[in-house]
């Protein structure tokens, strides 16, 4: 069909696996926010404000709902988190954390993932993560942000603003949710970037780019399965190589 038609497809898998990075993080903070109170957002207003944050940046209604669901079964003890461990290729330790209701189905699936892309499961790694609240924003200066925590009387462990002019806060995960409503509160209409609890690697593994194309394929492969919730790795690769 010629390169034109080779070009705007590769066009079009770009925009869509942006669309399907951006739509993973609504999930998360949707599910996070969910499962931190009631999975109600009628009854949970730190959930009602990311939802409606959510649908501004266009977010399908499906992926709210299932990212509520996700956290109604782990409410109702219907699901249950399940965290499996090991190395992917080119030793990155990698922390893949599920929610399930069927053990041996989402074992047997991550495992054919690692497998697939020469990595092993079962390798206890999580020592060289450290879980933390994290949070990024262009809306409000670091001086402003700084104010707003003071005067609620809450502590971080890191602020500063990148080349990119957003603020990052890192604190402690038990500070999550007052952070982010003394940021609210600050700037009621506040679009977070990043607004999560993650688990953060200590130290980073360079990949050359045999490995590099392994692990990506690892991954899309865990990425395709519905119980995968989260992936943690410290592979040196931006989030749009990740793509």
Known sequence: MGRAHEVRAA????????????????????????????????????????????????????VIKRAIAKAQGVASGASKEKVYEGYGPGNVAIIVECLTDNDNRTFTEVRTAFNKTGGTIGTAVSYMFSRKAQFSFDGMSEDEAMEALMNAELDFEDMNTD????????????????????????????????CSVDLVPSTYVDLDEDHEAKFKRLLGLLREYDDVSEIYHNANISEDEEE
């Open 11 to 62: 066009s079009m898998a770009k925009t869509a696996a942006m669309k399907s990075s951006k739509y993973a993080k609504w999930g998360k903070e949707i599910f996070q926010a969910a499962k931190a109170g009631v999975p109600d957002p009628e009854m949970n207003q730190s959930l009602k404000r990311t939802i409606e944050r959510a649908k501004k940046d266009q977010c399908p209604a499906d």
């Open 163 to 194: 080349e990119d002019g957003f603020v990052n806060i890192t604190a402690n995960p038990s500070d999550f949710e007052a952070i982010k409503a003394a940021l609210e509160a600050a700037k009621p209409d506040l679009e977070f970037d990043t």
